[in-house]
């Protein structure tokens, strides 16, 4: 049985180049989502979420393999950040972060086949965040991008850099910071994270 890769399929959005900035349009896809604030440090409901965003996606990737007979490769967690007044956006305001976990789905899967997969989710194990898992369409557009390597805590230069990108090439930033964790900070020393560091714009 053949598994997919969603990140080669999209090689552009999740691989791009760490040397310069690129310019994406990032198409309509699919997205299991959980909302929540709190520093994604210390916050129990961040670690709820990204737990049952994970199991969700799972259980919908092996129940496509069961019934479908297609696999694939379950994608990397991704966060939306911001906060109500942008102004104050800061680390040291992290008790304060809004923010959207979020994990891509196939193209093939529905909103039915989701509801399915959280109700099988839900059979396995008791998971907190698990009612505010919502499975949406997310069509983010034109955004300037850059792969980052290093601690999510030293990314500030590099988000400044597309920011100022953005302004020289005569855009406006539009819509949230954008991140997408392609290192598990469980098993990889802060240095050697890859991070896709992306702004919308305008």
Same mark, same amino acid.
């Given at each position: 049985? *053949? /598994?997919?890769?969603? /990140?080669?399929?999209? /090689?552009?959005?999740?691989?791009? +180049?760490?040397?310069? $900035? +690129?310019?994406? /349009?990032? &198409?309509?896809?699919?997205?299991?989502?959980?909302?929540?604030?709190?520093? !994604?440090?210390?916050?129990?409901? #961040?670690?709820?979420?990204?737990? =049952?965003?994970?199991?969700?996606?799972? =259980?919908?990737?092996?129940?496509?393999?069961? *019934? @479908?007979?297609?696999? #694939?490769?379950?994608? &990397?967690?991704?966060?939306?950040?911001?906060?109500?007044?942008?102004?104050?956006? +800061?680390?040291?305001?992290?008790?304060?972060?809004?923010?959207?976990?979020?994990?891509?789905? &196939?193209?093939?899967?529905?909103?039915?086949?989701?509801?399915?997969?959280?109700?099988?989710?839900?059979?396995?194990?008791?998971?907190?965040?698990? +009612?505010?898992?919502?499975?949406?369409?997310?069509?983010?557009?034109?955004?300037?991008?850059?792969?980052?390597?290093?601690? #999510? =805590?030293?990314?500030? !230069?590099?988000? @400044?850099?597309?920011?100022?990108?953005? %302004?020289?090439?005569?855009? @406006?930033? %539009?819509?949230?910071?954008?991140? $997408?964790?392609?290192?598990?900070?469980?098993?990889?020393?802060?240095?050697?994270?890859?991070?896709?560091?992306? @702004?919308?714009?305008?």
């Amino acid at each position: 049985m *053949e /598994k997919l890769d969603l /990140k080669r399929e999209y /090689k552009e959005l999740y691989n791009p +180049s760490a040397k310069a $900035i +690129s310019v994406v /349009k990032a &198409p309509t896809m699919n997205f299991l989502m959980v909302d929540g604030t709190g520093d !994604p440090n210390v916050a129990q409901v #961040y670690k709820d979420a990204v737990e =049952a965003l994970y199991a969700v996606s799972y =259980a919908l990737k092996f129940k496509v393999k069961r *019934e @479908q007979k297609v696999d #694939y490769v379950v994608m &990397p967690l991704e966060g939306l950040w911001w906060m109500d007044n942008m102004t104050l956006f +800061s680390v040291e305001n992290k008790a304060e972060w809004l923010w959207t976990m979020m994990i891509m789905q &196939p193209k093939f899967v529905t909103p039915k086949m989701a509801r399915q997969a959280m109700d099988e989710a839900a059979k396995k194990k008791g998971l907190a965040a698990l +009612s505010r898992v919502r499975f949406e369409k997310f069509a983010e557009g034109l955004a300037a991008q850059i792969l980052y390597f290093g601690a #999510y =805590a030293d990314e500030g !230069p590099t988000i @400044q850099k597309i920011h100022q990108y953005i %302004h020289d090439t005569g855009h @406006q930033l %539009h819509g949230k910071h954008h991140e $997408i964790y392609l290192g598990d900070p469980r098993k990889t020393t802060p240095a050697k994270l890859k991070t896709v560091i992306r @702004q919308p714009m305008r």
